[in-house]
């Protein structure tokens, strides 16, 4: 059996190409949202601490202008996009919080804010941190709420209506949180089914370059040495075909995927390119590594069917998908004729 699909780097793409657009998202609402608490500070400019608000308002757009700025595709790859996301989300908690004590309170209408905080978090972020703004988000409200006695004023507020509005923003986050929860299992789902082949469980032919070129970026950016590749095709696997029947020859792939992942390493990948033809990433692989492991695949293989690889190797090789792709597929069709050559002379000797 091939391993389990675990996400990889194509679910990891994916996930990082929707954070981008919620980068977006995110400064847009914030100008939105700014310019709709601006107008309103305008005409309740008699009320007390609008000038705080001005520059709490004015912190927020610079916040989401810097945000804006960033190179945020660096971000994205480096350790640190969880914290740089939970940073801006709980700012803008506190933006919200600070807002709402200067205006009177949790009777300030800026105190929906908190909501856009709740539907943002739960467009891209992971599931824990859907949960931290949630329990945030929640915890600043209710400790507005009983900091109005506590600071003696009348609150413009009543406690029922705290109630009411703190159990709506309870809901809401719970909504959220199951809702990260869910995106999370349907992107899985969504990227097992585009990635992979459905009768063997290997990678498909697009997973196979995408984990190619995320391969050959890292050895690009000297964070590897190198990284091989190993084409195979099943020699004689249309004869199966016609003489067994389709599911004789569905078996013989499925037993091939399954002797190919006890033959690599936890980190290599096998992928399924399309009818006979079978691929293998060999990350941190030299071409003399890659040669010893074509071999151990050819003699495991001949156990049930005759095999037929060939490798490459980035950077000795080429720097490229189509150029490593194309090395291989040379070398392997070189070493069939080789091979019929051979059985050729025995033939007729």
């Known amino acids: 059996m091939c391993r389990p699909f675990t996400g990889g780097e194509g679910v990891l793409e994916d996930a990082l190409a929707l954070r981008a657009q919620s980068v977006r998202i995110g400064v847009g609402v914030t100008y939105a949202t700014v310019a709709a608490l601006a107008a309103w500070v305008a005409v309740t400019w008699g009320a007390p601490h609008r000038g705080l608000i001005v520059v709490l308002l004015a912190l927020a757009v610079v916040t989401a202008t810097v945000i804006a700025l960033l190179p945020t595709q660096r971000i994205l790859r480096s350790r ?8 801006w989300s709980m700012s803008y908690v506190g933006f919200i919080t600070v807002m709402a004590a200067a205006d009177g309170g949790a009777g300030s209408p800026t105190t929906l804010v908190f909501f856009l905080t709740l539907v943002f978090s739960s467009l891209s972020y992971p599931l824990w941190m859907v949960g931290v703004v949630s329990s945030s988000s929640l915890t600043a409200f209710v400790g507005l709420a009983i900091a109005d006695p506590v600071r003696g004023e009348a609150s413009a507020v009543s406690p029922a209506s705290v109630w009411v509005f703190a159990a709506v923003l309870g809901l809401v986050a719970l909504m959220c949180i199951w809702q990260a929860r869910v995106n999370a299992r349907h992107h899985h789902r ?10 063997t469980g290997c990678l498909n032919r697009f997973a196979f370059s995408e984990r190619l070129e995320a391969e050959l970026r890292r050895v690009g950016a000297g964070e590897q040495a190198a990284v091989s590749v190993v084409l195979l095709d ?8 016609d003489t067994l029947g389709h599911p004789a020859g569905d078996e013989l792939l499925v037993w091939t995927s399954a002797a190919l992942h006890q033959l690599v390493r936890p980190r290599d990948a096998v992928a399924r390119l399309g009818g006979d033809e079978f691929a293998l990433i060999l990350p941190e692989a030299a071409p003399a590594a890659a040669l010893d492991v074509a071999d151990r695949v050819r003699r495991t293989l001949a156990e049930r069917v ?18 490593l792709v194309r090395v291989a597929d040379e070398r392997l069709y070189a070493a069939r004729a080789s091979a019929r ?3 050729a002379r025995l033939t007729s000797g």
């Open 341 to 343: 050559g051979l059985d």
């Open 190 to 199: 969504l990227g097992r089914l585009s990635r992979t082949d459905s009768l």
């Open 306 to 323: 005759q095999a037929t690889p060939g490798t490459a190797a980035a950077p000795a090789d080429g720097s490229d998908i189509e150029t």
């Open 234 to 241: 099943l020699v004689g696997f249309k004869a199966v075909n």
């Open 80 to 87: 640190w996009r969880e914290p740089f996301f939970l940073s």
